[in-house]
């Protein structure tokens, strides 16, 4: 299977227009849809959250899972399943979301409603990570949300960096339970012994997604070396001191929100991490509000973005706009890039000490 980086939203896939139903699939945005109205909803029923429960016990990690390590700076390293571990074992796996099949059917890595691409690393994710390293940020006692955060590298740099606590959520139940609960885990064991099973020199250092492509060729050439099944091997969590700081969960945003705002109190969190997520502007609506709802009066929101998402027609200027409406958050540029298409990393914060 292969995935291409595109946002090509096929025509029978739930995303046909945007918000203001001017939008064209070509990415062109019409010059009314700058004013953005946030009372258009996506327009198939939202699947619904999920809260996946922090394994306690014995888990089970094959023992040659390929997996790539990202390591800028003096940011601890963060491991995560390599992309062509899916698409080698994409058969063998659970896949009643059908985000394996329909990927490679359709050969996108993004199909609206149905898969919002949480199985890869996009780049900004790399961006924001050296940000926060040239930062120093760390997060000690905080409470973090990873939202839309398919491999959840920055919600584990927050847990090693010593969060109080971190929530995890991705659209896709598939990818939590596949992939961010694996490298939760992963990342769970001592980069000692991670480091001496999988982790080559250099692997993975800063790179971008150009140089993550070259490295999944070469797991991929090691992997069709590699005849026996993979092996299992037992990992006992229920003494891991950060299992308990991590709660994961599904769904879309909507439901999400409902579903943590039952829980008593809710949650505010203290940073939300949100890379790559601002390219439908049909979520825009229940985007902000999560964000609303969710952030503590002081907190901080991290958005990580590309310029514009050809093909999709969101984008940071449209999202802007629409925060800008919303008259509820600041927005601050803390990081733009001038090279090939552009990305930027935005902090929005209330604009009222209170946040409400
Ligand atoms: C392009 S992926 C980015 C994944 C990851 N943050 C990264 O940078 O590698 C977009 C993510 O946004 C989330 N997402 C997009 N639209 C969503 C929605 N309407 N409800 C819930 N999650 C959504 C999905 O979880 C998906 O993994």
């Avoid at 150009?210 to 091997?233: H, I, V, W």
């Avoid at 009066?297 to 925060?323: E, I, Q, R």
């Avoid at 800008?324 to 009222?352: M, P, Y």
Wanted: aromatic letters at 10%; glycine letters at 8%; charged letters at 25%.
């Amino acid at each position: 299977m292969s995935f291409c980086f595109n946002f090509d939203v096929p025509a029978q896939t739930t995303h046909t227009g945007n918000i203001d139903g001017n939008y064209s699939q070509g990415g062109e945005k019409d010059s009314a849809a700058q004013s953005t109205d946030d009372t258009t909803k996506p327009a198939e029923p939202v699947k619904e959250a999920k809260k996946h429960l922090p394994p306690s016990d014995l888990q089970f990690l094959p023992v040659d899972a390929v997996f790539e390590t990202v390591s800028i700076g003096t940011l601890p390293p963060l491991h995560f399943l390599n992309e062509t571990v899916f698409e080698k074992t994409a058969s063998e796996r659970e896949d009643w979301e059908r985000i394996f099949s329909l990927s490679a059917e359709q050969k996108s890595d993004l199909i609206s409603g149905v898969y919002e691409g949480g199985l890869k690393v996009w780049e900004c994710t790399y961006d924001l990570l050296e940000l926060i390293e040239k930062q120093e940020a760390t997060f000690g006692g905080k409470a973090v949300l990873d939202l839309g955060c398919g491999a959840g590298l920055l919600g584990i740099l927050a847990l090693k960096r010593r969060a109080r606590q971190v929530h995890f959520q991705d659209y896709n139940s598939t990818v939590i339970e596949q992939l961010t609960v694996p490298n939760v885990i992963l990342n769970c064991q001592t980069d000692d012994e991670a480091d001496s099973k999988n982790y080559k020199e250099g692997r993975g250092k800063g790179k971008t997604e150009k140089e993550a492509d070259c490295e999944m060729t070469k797991d991929r050439e090691e992997l069709t070396d590699c005849s026996p099944p993979p092996k299992k091997r037992a990992v006992d969590l229920s003494q891991h001191p950060l299992l308990p700081k991590c709660c994961f969960f599904s769904g879309d945003w909507s439901t999400f929100l409902a579903l943590v705002l039952q829980t008593d109190p809710p949650p505010k969190y203290d940073i939300i991490f949100t890379s790559e997520t601002i390219y439908n502007t049909a979520y825009y609506s229940v985007l902000h509000e999560t964000l609303h709802k969710l952030l503590a009066p002081d907190g901080l929101v991290y958005l990580a973005t590309k310029s514009h998402y050809f093909g999709v027609g969101g984008g940071l200027h449209l999202f802007k706009n629409f925060v800008e409406q919303k008259g509820i958050f600041s927005v601050d540029h803390l990081w733009d890039g001038e090279e090939g298409l552009q990305r930027h990393i935005v902090a929005l914060r209330f604009k009222t000490a209170k946040g409400s």
